[in-house]
């Protein structure tokens, strides 16, 4: 995959501003990269096992005398454990990492929550690049400075708002990511447009093909416009007071679902949220808030490219109580004395945040969701 051109797209907040750079090849200029922000400043790197066997030689090399040292962790969600901050800090500062240093985070979602994490405490705040691997963590988690692990309670109940200095998203990492996964991550990218851009969701209707086919114009355009996007709501609300809920749309139905199936291989975050953003449609519907036909649409354009919509899509036998998503719905974040918050539709691009919703309402759509057949769509997958 090769593509010449990188744009920078600016996270506006204030003193704390930074860029996202999306192009081509950042790894191999990660170096100079950093040399032109952060001058001599010394690196320590931060990776897994996966990424590390296809990407970490480049980064070193790049960076060159400036680099510490790196540590590679386990891959998976398990990482993301005050077991795991406690070793990683232990082993940054071992690495003699000083607060004018930078550490870098090169990995997906777990590498860059738990790195940025462990730089917001680590001697009170150390600045951090996030280098994003995979397409969920490029038109997501590395941007809008969420960090954080993972307790028994919960995911991510742990963390703190810690900016990155700066986010080298290099799409040509995508060639390396595993279909699924790359799947998953595209459920964020509809999500913007579902949010809020009619046009771009249209865009991705006629011409998602070429995201999967390894095309670089088709994948870079469709990280830029999910960045600029999320660039543009952190910058209005960093800390999640207001407009940032709207990034969560799908993400309380989908949460529910993917605490139930253990935050395991049955269900990936990205897969839940597909499953979130079809049923908040589903519910919008129901409520007469969108016109009929918009939840059959949304849905049809995620199980083309193979995600799931509906429960039933979710592999193995077995299926939530409705019970049980309704406690594990109480757990969100967005609960506020006792009532939970819903991302809602008008339509197409009009999302809305409610605290209207009853408990009685969310019951009866959920009886009702269990009912609904396979979408087919894992059949259609495996005949890819
Ligand atoms: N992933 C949602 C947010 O960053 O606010």
């Not at 200029?29 to 590390?52: C, K, M, P, W, Y």
Request: proline share 3%; with cysteine.
């Amino acid at each position: 995959m090769t593509r010449t051109s990188t744009r920078k797209i600016p996270v506006a907040l204030g003193d704390r501003s930074y860029e996202v750079m999306v192009g081509s090849g950042l790894l191999a200029r990660s170096g100079q990269l950093l040399a032109d922000h952060f001058g001599r400043a010394r690196v320590a790197v931060v990776t897994d096992e996966n990424v590390a066997a296809h990407h970490l030689g480049t980064v070193i090399e790049s960076l060159g005398d400036r680099c510490r040292g790196s540590i590679v962790l386990p891959p998976g969600e398990q990482t993301k454990s005050f077991a795991r901050l406690d070793e990683l800090c232990d082993r940054l500062l071992a690495l003699g990492v000083e607060r004018g240093d930078v550490i870098v985070a090169l990995g997906g979602g777990v590498i860059g929550d738990l790195t940025g994490f462990a730089a917001a405490i680590l001697r009170r705040g150390v600045r951090f690049v996030q280098i994003p691997t995979s397409l969920l963590a490029q038109v997501d988690s590395s941007v809008g400075g969420k960090t954080g692990i993972n307790t028994a309670h919960g995911k991510n109940l742990v963390g703190a708002f810690h900016q990155p200095a700066l986010v080298l998203a290099d799409i040509d990492t995508l060639a390396t990511l595993p279909a699924r996964q790359m799947r998953a991550g595209y459920a964020e990218v509809v999500k913007y447009g579902l949010l809020g851009d009619l046009a771009f969701f249209e865009r991705l209707e006629q011409g998602w093909r070429p995201v999967f086919g390894n095309d670089p114009a088709a994948i870079a355009a469709a990280v830029e416009t999910s960045v600029a996007a999320k660039a543009a709501v952190v910058a209005r609300d960093e800390t999640e007071q207001g407009d940032r809920m709207l990034l969560n749309l799908g993400h309380t139905f989908g949460h529910a679902l993917e605490a139930w199936a253990g935050y395991s291989d049955r269900l990936l975050h990205g897969e839940a949220v597909a499953i979130g953003m079809a049923q908040a449609f589903r519910f919008s519907e129901a409520e007469g808030l969108c016109a009929p036909g918009m939840a059959e649409r949304v849905a049809r354009h995620l199980a083309d490219v193979g995600l799931p919509t509906v429960i039933a899509d979710i592999s193995g036998a077995d299926r939530p109580a409705v019970a049980t998503l309704l406690a594990l719905m109480a757990q969100d974040k967005k609960v506020r004395d006792g009532q939970m918050t819903f991302i809602l539709l008008r339509g197409i691009g009009q999302s809305f945040v409610s605290r209207d919703v009853t408990p009685d309402a969310v019951e009866k759509f959920l009886q009702r969701e269990l009912k609904l057949p396979a979408s087919g769509n894992r059949e259609r997958q495996a005949r890819r």
